[in-house]
């Protein structure tokens, strides 16, 4: 199998997320005022990635909005990341009619084939801010068809992913990498520079107006850009979180954010230079190709 057929047939996987639900008559006003997606523009059944960002436009949190009803959002990211995400919106809430509640989710996910066709957000709530049991929602992967149900442990059994192969959370931490999105807390961490993720075009809106951290976001995108990007690379050899990458001519040009083991090969997310594609070496170690695709 090479990593470019990993995903030819259909695999799913369950891991932890923890979930934000926010409810209110003023929830889509507040959240649109406070996170850099465009909340206003997200119909009931709509998904999108979303950073929330400090004052000064440094990032606090990487994670994906659900609008499951007029008046309710679920956000859901990774573990060890809710609490600080929900108090920092909280921090800035004053009399706002919007209430928020943090749980401890299963997020049953679903890649490949049958996953075609089933992006649209799913939910089990019918009132205007009621809060759901159950959200199905696009998984955002850049390079593989899929979709995510997260569900509330405590909430009956939902079906999913019939006939699909089940991975551990290892192989699917290997197939995120090779195809999917950086993660806070492995290659994004509180604190980076939003533009140096790679992914400022589908988590931020140009359009909607202000929010919290707008300012640095938009003066970085109009100069440079950054001067890193979190780029996806494979190699043949020993790579580690944490190695040195040189370039053609030995100087440093980046560091290795992490690694799995996929089809033979190692795969993983490096931040490097923005100016810098193609391959590069690890500093003592093997040549890397950087690139989306493999």
């Known amino acids: 199998m090479t990593i470019a057929s990993a995903l030819d047939r259909s695999v799913a996987a369950t891991v932890r997320r923890e979930v934000l639900v926010v409810t209110g008559p ?12 465009d909340v206003e523009a997200m119909e009931v059944g709509q998904s999108a990635l979303s950073f929330l960002l400090e004052p000064r436009g440094r990032i606090e949190a990487l994670f994906a909005i ?31 009619r919007a209430d928020f509640s943090l749980h401890e989710w299963q997020m049953h996910a679903v890649r490949g084939p049958r996953a075609e066709g089933e992006s649209a957000v799913g939910v089990s709530s019918t009132g205007p801010s009621e809060a ?16 995510d ?8 059994a939902v079906a999913f992913a019939d006939g699909a192969e ?3 959370a290892d192989e699917f931490e290997a197939l995120r990498v090779a195809y999917g999105l950086p993660a806070m807390g492995t290659e994004i961490q509180p604190g980076d520079i939003p533009n140096e993720t790679g992914l400022v075009e589908r988590a931020a809106s140009f359009t909607k107006g202000c929010y919290r951290g707008q300012e640095l976001v938009e003066r970085i995108d109009s100069r440079t850009g950054g001067r890193r990007c979190i780029q996806r690379f494979r190699a043949m050899g020993d790579v580690s979180p944490g190695d040195g990458l040189l370039g053609t001519d030995g100087a440093g040009v980046g560091t290795v ?3 799995a083991l996929l089809a033979g090969a190692v795969v993983g997310f490096a931040s490097v230079q923005r100016d810098v594609g193609g391959e590069v070496r690890v500093d003592g170690g093997p040549p890397v190709l950087l690139a ?3």
């Open 26 to 37: 003023e929830a889509t006003v507040y959240l649109h005022g406070q996170i850099s997606a």
């Open 149 to 156: 149900l997260l569900v509330d442990p405590g909430s009956e």
């Open 292 to 294: 989306d695709l493999f």
């Open 257 to 259: 954010l992490s690694t």
């Open 166 to 168: 089940q991975l551990s």
């Open 66 to 96: 659900s609008r499951t009803g007029p008046e309710t959002y679920v956000a859901d990211i990774e573990p060890g990341f809710g609490e600080a995400m929900s108090a920092s919106l909280e921090r800035f809430k004053l009399r706002t």
């Open 132 to 147: 759901p049991e159950h959200v199905v929602r696009p998984a955002h992967w850049p390079l593989a068809s899929g979709h």
